[in-house]
């Protein structure tokens, strides 16, 4: 099965501030990754997939990049609204055994 | 409006059964591949199970194989998932997900605790 790390596990930001979170695969996938983020209590919440195609009605300040087993997720501008936990997830195994990162955890500083 | 709507969890003994359902709305649910994923208290989100559009493909994730059984019913727009044997660590909140390019929709969850 394809493993997923993120680092960091958890960071400490203020608004206004850049944030990026790196996640990679145990092997390469391609570009068949995508984030999520979740507040506590919610379902998660499609941010990104393909690695960088932003999701209808997901505000611009979020972006993805990367491709093969290295990807990174980016907050331009943190508003306090994206205070959360963010999550990626491989899609590309077929048989479809998906996976998900740990998680990182985005609060206040 | 696409709307996943999940019942049936609850409190069970371990080596207990339950069954959960997700009814579908707002879109062609059969034509997309429908998945279970969960999350243990205070933990990380998991995939457990998904299934084709037509339920001719079925896949699981080793803690459950043998245990959980994915099924759908396109004609009532709704999904499945058996759980049987069902063991401490299987305490979750369970989602249903829309599978396309990642998961696009999600349920509210319904939370399963297995305890005595």
């Known amino acids: 099965a394809i493993r997923m790390t993120q680092s960091p596990s958890s960071l400490s930001a203020s608004t206004g501030d850049r944030v990026t979170i790196t996640c990679r695969a145990s092997q390469g996938i391609s570009s068949y990754l995508a984030w999520y983020q979740q507040k506590p209590g919610k379902a998660p919440k499609l941010l990104i997939y393909a690695a960088s195609t932003l999701q209808s009605g997901v505000p611009s300040r979020f972006s993805g990049s990367g491709s093969g087993t290295d990807f990174t997720l980016t907050i331009s501008c943190l508003q306090s609204e994206d205070f959360a936990t963010y999550y990626c997830q491989q899609y590309y195994s077929y048989p479809p055994l998906f996976t998900f990162g740990p998680g990182t955890k985005v609060d206040i500083k | 409006e696409v709307q996943l709507v999940e019942s049936g969890g609850g409190l069970v003994q371990p080596g207990g059964s339950l069954r959960l359902s997700c009814a579908a709305s707002?879109?062609?649910?059969?034509?997309?591949?429908m998945s279970w994923v969960r999350q243990a208290p205070g933990k990380g989100l998991e995939w457990v199970a998904n299934i084709k559009q037509d339920g001719s493909e079925k896949y699981y994730v080793d803690s459950v194989k043998g245990r959980f059984t994915i099924s759908r019913d396109n004609a009532k727009n709704s999904l499945y998932l058996q759980m049987n044997s069902l063991r401490a660590e299987d305490t979750a909140v369970y989602y249903c997900?829309?599978?396309?390019?990642?998961?696009?929709?999600w349920g509210q969850g319904t939370l399963v605790t297995v305890s005595s």
């Open positions: 997900a829309r599978s396309s390019g990642g998961f696009d929709y």
């Open positions: 707002g879109f062609t649910f059969s034509s997309y591949w």
